[in-house]
């Protein structure tokens, strides 16, 4: 819906009103400005709209109009031409790949285009189970809403790919393109395995005219080759290329989603490209304001991913390596990037230190920019991104250093609880989270550890910590940790367990907002000046 369509307005609690402007009719219904935005209240919204699309034909959109007074409206939107039975196409969209990208996207593209039917599809018949379940294959805060109102309405999810492609108006691509582990471009370069396959499928089974999406993060030049799979396998039917990337961040994804910063479509600057460009660009226009939605040409979208990734690790390793100085110089690193945050040309964003950066894509998409510098022959450029994913292995390493020797120099058959092992908070994603390195850097050192996470499966944990990593700066393999080095680790659900008769806590990124690092030693109850700072805020604490 562009923006200035809805005039915001006021309505008492516990009426409805109707009122119209320039052919727009506006049913407005109280809402309670101080729940949550994906609140209980707004199933019986969704109903009501919902059958103002089955009954009427009308296309429409919520609006969740938030004041300063206590109460707001929702706002279901609909073209009153509609209501004289004029009927239009209804949009088919396909997502293929069911993951933490495509899940959440689809999904809130379902509950702000409910005239548009949504199916995600993926070749895993336990994730899509899991996705037609009340238990989501993923957690993300207000996600199990979103779902739970559109579910069986206008989004579902299949395993029936070909179908469901075959169907569709617009195919967004959404699959795994992680780091390659071997040939030519090993421990850099994207593997786009998966997304080739998809290519080739779409090829195979597209009956009629298709927009291609590129909703996963890919290599530049990557709809080039797509293109040609798509052109050459095909047979008569034409396809247009785009490229959506995500600017998710795990944890606030679906506010993300509801109010992006800005969302960016890459196409070909021909006719069909930008017919092609103006299509996607409709459907999020229903709810993000048309200033927000941003064009460019196919490579600069593709690019505009890594490089926003790239950005942002790059402060994360900053401040982190600020933080070694502070400790060196008696610096508090609060303190220095608080002053430095003031600095409008700076911001504060991204500027608390940590143990590191993690998740699945800041490594990867480094890697993979410092692939792309080589191959364009840019070896200073590639060696400046490098770095930054240096400084993050260093930050872990130093991290784990500084606990061993604050508890004299051996953490040997010391019990230490870690709480949190996701990377960040409000997820349960384990993916290159720095709480990896952290705890088979103890358990190399003999310690016991115990973990908690309430978002993360005993079952993930040992898995992880069993995994047989890939080094990125040398491709091989690095020796997997054996189950006698596992076995030390524990896995409670609860956290009060996780610390009981603890010689040591620590708390990673997922874990809490404290963020602490804590031992016990010999004297009571007597706490330290605070050190300025390791991968974060630490102190210790002696009996």
């Not at 069909?272 to 709810?287: D, H, I, P, S």
């Not at 940590?354 to 490594?363: A, D, I, L």
């Not at 190399?444 to 005993?458: L, R, S, W």
């Amino acid at each position: 819906m562009k923006s200035g369509l809805v005039r915001t307005e006021r309505n008492p609690c516990g009426r409805a009103a109707i009122s119209g402007r320039n052919g727009v009719r506006k049913l407005l219904i109280p809402w309670n400005g101080s729940s949550s935005i994906v609140d209980a209240n707004v199933d019986r919204f969704l109903s009501l709209q919902q059958r103002m699309v089955d009954e009427q034909s009308t296309t429409g959109e919520i609006y969740l109009q938030k004041s300063t007074s206590s109460c707001s409206s929702l706002a279901v939107i609909f073209d009153a031409g509609l209501m004289s039975g004029r009927r239009s196409k209804m949009v088919k969209i396909c997502c293929v790949g069911a993951g933490y990208v495509g899940g959440p996207t689809m999904a809130v593209i379902a509950l702000k285009c409910p005239a548009v039917e949504v199916v995600v599809v993926d070749i895993s018949v336990a994730r899509i189970t899991a996705w037609n379940s009340e238990q989501l294959p993923i957690y993300e805060p207000g996600l199990d809403g979103v779902v739970k109102h559109c579910r069986g309405r206008n989004l579902f999810s299949s395993t029936d790919i070909e179908k469901h492609i075959a169907r569709a108006d617009i195919i967004f691509v959404s699959v795994n393109t992680p780091t390659k582990t071997r040939g030519l471009g090993a421990g850099k370069a994207a593997d786009l395995t998966y997304w080739e396959n998809a290519a080739r499928m779409i090829a195979d089974v597209a009956k009629a005219d298709k927009i291609v999406v590129e909703k996963s993060t890919v290599p530049v030049k990557t709809a080039e080759a797509i293109e040609k799979i798509l052109i050459h396998n095909s047979r008569g039917v034409n396809f247009q290329i785009l490229s959506n990337p995500e600017f998710l961040a795990e944890g606030t994804a679906i506010k993300d989603l509801f109010n992006p910063d800005r969302v960016l479509i890459g196409g070909r600057e021909t006719p069909e490209g930008k017919k092609a460009v103006q299509a996607l660009k409709q459907v999020y226009a229903n709810w993000v304001p048309e200033d927000r939605i941003i064009t460019t040409n196919l490579w600069s979208a593709e690019l505009s991913k890594l490089a926003a990734n790239a950005f942002l690790a790059q402060r994360i390793s900053s401040v982190n390596a600020i933080s070694a100085l502070c400790e060196a110089t008696g610096a508090d690193v609060a303190e220095v990037a608080y002053a430095i945050g003031k600095d409008t040309r700076i911001g504060p964003r991204f500027l608390s230190a940590s143990v590191g950066f993690g998740g699945s894509c800041f490594q990867k998409d480094i890697l993979n920019l410092v692939y792309i510098c080589e191959c364009h022959g840019l070896p200073e450029v590639a060696n400046y991104w490098k770095d930054v994913i240096k400084i993050n292995d260093y930050q872990k390493s130093r991290f784990v250093n500084r606990v061993v020797s604050s508890m004299f120099n051996t953490v040997s058959e010391k019990k230490i609880a870690v709480l949190g092992f996701a990377f960040k908070k409000d997820t349960g994603d384990t993916r290159e989270t720095p709480a990896i390195d952290v705890c088979k850097g103890l358990l190399g050192d003999k310690a016991k550890v115990c973990i908690y996470d309430p978002q993360v499966t005993e079952e993930q944990i040992q898995r992880d910590l069993a995994l047989n990593k890939f080094d990125w700066d040398h491709p091989v393999h690095l020796q997997p940790m054996s189950a006698t080095e596992v076995k030390p680790v524990a896995v409670t659900r609860d956290a009060y367990e996780a610390t009981k008769g603890r010689t040591a806590s620590a708390s990673s990124p997922s874990g809490t907002s404290s963020r602490s690092w804590t031992t016990s030693g010999s004297t009571r109850a007597c706490r330290s000046r605070r050190s300025c700072s390791t991968a974060a805020t630490w102190w210790i604490r002696r009996r």
